[in-house]
C-alpha cells in the first residue's frame, strides 16, 4: 500500500506561480514513480507531470511542460510541481498518483491522493 499526501493549492491570479508537494509513504513507496493528473470540472482526468522513482527522468503534458516542473526529493519521498505562469486553464483538483514507471502512468490503476484545488483567476 501506499498513501500519497497532497499540500499547497489555493486560489492565484493569472501570471502567478505556485508549488504543489506530494509526500508518499507506506512500506513500498519508495519503489514507485510519482506524478500528478488534474480534473476540471466537466473534463476528465488527464496527465500533468511524473517523475521517475530516481528522479531523474521525467515527463510532461504538451499543454504544461514549458511552464511546469516537476521535481522529487528521494530522501523525504515527496514529489513537487512547481507551477509557472499559470492560467485560467489550469483551474482544476490535482492529484498525486502512484505507479510502477512513468511509461505504465496511465492513471488506469496505481494510487491516488486525495487531491488538492487550484484556482488561476483571470
Known amino acids: 500500500q501506499v498513501q500519497l499526501a497532497e499540500s499547497g493549492g489555493g486560489l492565484v491570479q493569472a501570471g502567478d506561480s505556485l508549488m504543489l508537494s506530494c509526500a508518499a509513504s507506506g512500506r513500498t513507496s519508495n519503489l514507485y514513480a510519482l506524478g500528478w493528473f488534474r480534473q476540471a470540472p466537466g473534463k476528465e482526468r488527464e496527465f500533468v507531470a511524473a517523475?521517475?522513482?530516481?528522479?531523474?527522468?521525467?515527463k510532461y503534458s504538451d499543454s504544461v511542460k514549458d511552464r511546469f516542473t516537476i521535481s522529487k526529493d528521494n530522501a523525504k519521498n515527496t514529489v513537487y510541481l512547481q507551477m509557472n505562469a499559470l492560467k485560467p486553464e489550469d483551474t482544476a483538483v490535482y492529484y498525486c498518483?502512484?505507479?510502477?514507471?512513468?511509461?505504465?502512468?496511465?492513471?488506469?490503476?496505481?494510487?491516488w491522493g486525495q487531491g488538492t484545488q487550484v484556482t488561476v483567476s483571470s
Open positions: 498518483h502512484a505507479d510502477v514507471t512513468i511509461s505504465a502512468m496511465s492513471g488506469a490503476r496505481g494510487y
Open positions: 517523475s521517475s522513482r530516481s528522479g531523474l527522468a521525467t
